[in-house]
Every structure is written in C-alpha cells, then in structure tokens.
C-alpha cells in the first residue's frame, strides 16, 4: 500500500457545492497563491457515467488544487482517484462529512462514518491505486454516535488505510431533522475535540473546519493543529485571501488592492466568455470582492442586472464590457472617497 505524506499546507478553502466551480477557484487563486483550493464534490456516478473531461477541467493556475469525490465503492472510488491523478490535481479527497439527504441516499457523506471498515477500505483502494495524497473530510461524529472513542476509531482506521491528512468539521451531524444549513449551525463548534485529536493522533495531519470567521481566528488554531480551512467566510468576503499569503506563509500578498483583481480576472473572463461560458457563470462568485467599502452594493447591484444577458453561442449575452462598467464605477466611488 502507498503511504500519503502530509502534504496540505496551513491554509485551504473548503470544497462548497455549486460554489467552488473552476471559475471561482481561477478567480480565489489571484487573492491567494499558496491557499489550497477544493472542487465541488464530484460524485463518482457522475464521473464514471458522464463528461469526465468537462467535470475534472482546471486551470493550470489554480495549483495547489484538490478534487473531492463523493462514493462508498472502492473499486469506483479508486477508478475515480486515477482520473483525477491523471487530470493533474494535486490532491484527491473524499467527501465524508456531508449531512444532505441526497447524499444519504447515494450512502456517500456523512453517513459514512456509521461504516468506518468501509471508509478504510474506500481510502485503501484510491491510495493502492495513485500517488497522489488521498485524504478525507469528515465531521466529530454523526446522530448519536459522537463520543470521542468512536472518533478516534475512526481515524485510527484511516491512519492504518494510508491517509496521512484528515480535515474535520468540528461539528456532529444530524442525518435526519437538520438541513444542511442547520447541520453547518446548531450542532456546537467542539474545536476541542479536533484539538485533542491532532494530540492523539501526532503523526496524521490534522485540517480544522467549522466556523471560522476570521483570519486572525483560524491562526490561533494553528497552536494545536496542522492547518485550517475556511468555507463560507472566503467565499462571501473573498478580499480577506489577500492577506493569507503573508499572513500563514510568509510570503508577500499576492494583491494590493480591489480593483485589481478584477483587472487581472477580466482576461480569464474574455477566455471564458470566448468559449460561450456565460458571463454571470463567473461574475456571481466575484459579488462581495468589495464587501464593506463605498460603492460595494452599486458594484453589486450592477454585475446582477446585467451580467445574466442571455445567449448560447460564443459572443452573444452579455459580455466583458459589463464588467469594467461595474469596475469604472468602483473606481468613481474611489476617487470621490479619496477627495
């Protein structure tokens, strides 16, 4: 069996369905370079039975990039991880932490963790099959089955399977009652269980999830464990990955400001736009860059008006042009503020 080595790195933004798209993962990666980026979960059904190439497709710029998958087969599930490899991501992580009913009944996420052989023989079979590190993204516990022992057979089983990395929402997760906006917010934060875990367990990597809403929060994670990883909180305010380089690397900020994200999205944009990609497709992840300077509702409020023209063939719908409109008036509102 192939062993994974540690490899993830002190930051990440965690994989959000229908969020974390190629677009909003090529826009992410001119805030941050050294932020590990997610997928969406990809099923393997839908892998293995649909457009493989349209679904793996990155940009090269997104590297250090992950693919997720969601599935219980091993066989599947390793065929999936040597698409992935082969595709060119970094990292292939499976899903088993998500609460959905749909997923349930895939018996994929969360649900999984009622089967912890399983999951240990899903994670062998990918690490046997690519070179790749093959992690997994649970929760604390599931339903009534939250006790730390249960938790910590868990990983133990991964640890023996080959998984080096582990990122844990440091929320239980009800399977049944509880949407999966309430599963992200009633169960409490028991960043402590997480804490103790990475105590446990020295030698695996252990990623902490749930409820970060700051920078300066997820740093003092890091006293007592490996690495954080943000969700929502970069996805609504996404100005706040400038700082991660500097700030958890060391390294210079990748931007200075707003505006200039955006001037160096808008040729990615034209790319997009010139293979029939419609416009909104990437302005929607792009709406609360300026969140909580003057102009940021005008900026919204625009891009949402008249970025969704519609049209099918490269050229139609609404184009480039509605994005420097919006641009212009970000900079008005700059100036204006300046004097």
Not at 59 to 66: I, K
Not at 174 to 197: A, C, H, T
Not at 273 to 300: D, K, Q
């Amino acid at each position: 069996m192939n062993i994974s080595k540690p490899v993830h790195g002190k930051f990440s933004v965690a994989p959000m369905m229908d969020w974390t798209d190629r677009h909003d993962r090529a826009f992410l990666r001119l805030l941050s370079r050294r932020a590990r980026l997610y997928t969406e979960m990809i099923t393997t059904g839908a892998l293995l039975y649909g457009p493989a190439a349209g679904i793996l497709r990155f940009d090269e710029t997104e590297h250090p990039v992950a693919a997720q998958l969601g599935g219980s087969d091993p066989d599947a599930l390793a065929e999936c991880a040597r698409r992935v490899e082969a595709c060119g991501y970094d990292e292939v992580n499976l899903n088993v932490g998500c609460p959905s009913l749909r997923v349930q009944a895939g018996r994929f996420g969360a649900c999984l963790m009622k089967e912890p052989e399983l999951v240990a023989r899903c994670v062998a079979a990918m690490r046997d099959t690519v070179k790749i590190p093959v992690t997994v993204k649970c929760r604390i516990g599931v339903d009534k089955d939250d006790s730390v022992a249960a938790l910590h057979r868990f990983v133990a089983l991964l640890e023996n399977s080959g998984c080096a990395t582990v990122i844990v929402h440091a929320r239980k997760a009800w399977l049944s009652g509880l949407s999966p906006k309430q599963n992200r917010e009633i169960p409490p934060l028991r960043y402590n269980v997480v804490f103790d875990l990475k105590a446990a367990f020295p030698d695996l990597e252990i990623i902490l999830n749930g409820g970060l809403e700051s920078l300066d929060a997820a740093q003092g994670a890091l006293d007592y464990v490996d690495g954080v990883m943000l969700g929502r909180t970069a996805y609504k305010d996404p100005w706040i990955m400038s700082d991660v380089d500097e700030q958890f690397f060391g390294d210079p900020s990748a931007v200075t400001d707003r505006i200039e994200v955006i001037e160096k999205y808008i040729p990615y944009i034209e790319a997009q736009l010139a293979e029939g990609v419609p416009l909104n497709a990437m302005t929607r992840h792009i709406l609360g860059l300026f969140n909580g300077v003057p102009g940021a509702r005008a900026w919204r409020r625009y891009l949402s008006e008249n970025a969704t023209g519609l049209g099918v063939e490269p050229g139609q719908g609404a184009g480039v042009e509605v994005v420097r409109d919006a641009l212009a008036l970000m900079q008005d509102h700059a100036q204006t503020n300046a004097a």
